[in-house]
């Protein structure tokens, strides 16, 4: 079945350190990718996506290319600040039994110092 | 409004209890999921809605027993659950066509004495 690997951390930087989480995937078919975060003591929120080859998802600085020749989908930021510490999960979409399931990533932790 | 609300925020419940979880959206979406997650783990699938109809049940015990009383509402009926059911309840919902993304609330911290 499909599945989705990701490097579990937990991560720690400094703020304004660049941020790469990496997100490899396998699928049949061409599934959509997402990242979301997951604040402390909150549900989960869609940070960005996108749903074919070579797309670029970004947000809030944030970015991710979806690069189906190394089925990868690396979450990037160029200067990280302490409020971007959270939970980061990355997904694929298997539209299979007449609705959408997302597969999740085993989520990365980030945490960023002052 | 894109917002998908979840009642409680917390629950507590022994063993014996029947309690609900609630989960309303007002995005006009036509699929509905519940997902449990435990601690410093992803979310699992328990079941899908989609136009109100059950289409996915991941063999979730039947303890747990969903219901979709319209196309804005989802519950969760909780009976005899066990303390190992304790986790965060994630309610979130979806246009019913294919690729899009899902929303969710912001769950219901669930604790079974």
């Known amino acids: 079945g499909d599945s989705v690997t990701q490097m579990e951390g937990p991560v720690t930087l400094s703020e304004e350190a660049f941020l790469t989480i990496n997100c490899t995937y396998t699928a049949t078919g061409y599934p959509s990718l997402f990242w979301y975060v997951q604040y402390p003591g909150e549900g989960l929120q869609l940070l960005l996506k996108a749903t074919k080859a070579d797309d670029k998802g970004s947000n809030k600085g944030f970015e991710a290319t979806y690069r189906k020749e190394t089925t990868s989908f690396h979450l990037e930021k160029g200067s990280v600040q302490v409020s971007d510490s959270a939970v980061y999960f990355c997904a694929l979409s298997d539209h299979s039994q007449g609705a959408q399931k997302l597969v999740f990533g085993q989520g990365t932790r980030l945490t960023i110092n002052p | 409004d894109t917002e998908v609300t979840q009642t409680p925020k917390h629950l507590v419940m022994g063993m014996t209890n029947k309690k609900s979880l609630k989960c309303e959206q007002h995005?006009?979406?036509?699929?509905m999921y519940w997902y449990k997650q435990k601690a410093k783990k992803p979310p699992e699938l328990m079941f899908v809605y989609s136009y109100e109809k059950l289409s996915i049940n991941e063999s979730v015990p039947s303890r747990f027993s969903p219901e979709c009383p319209n196309s804005s509402l989802l519950n969760l009926h909780l009976h005899a659950l066990q303390p190992e059911d304790s986790a965060l309840y994630l309610c979130?919902?979806?246009?019913?066509?294919?690729?899009?993304?899902?929303?969710f609330g912001p769950g219901t911290r669930l604790t079974v004495l």
């Open positions: 979130a919902s979806s246009q019913a066509a294919r690729f899009n993304e899902q929303f």
């Open positions: 995005m006009g979406h036509r699929a």
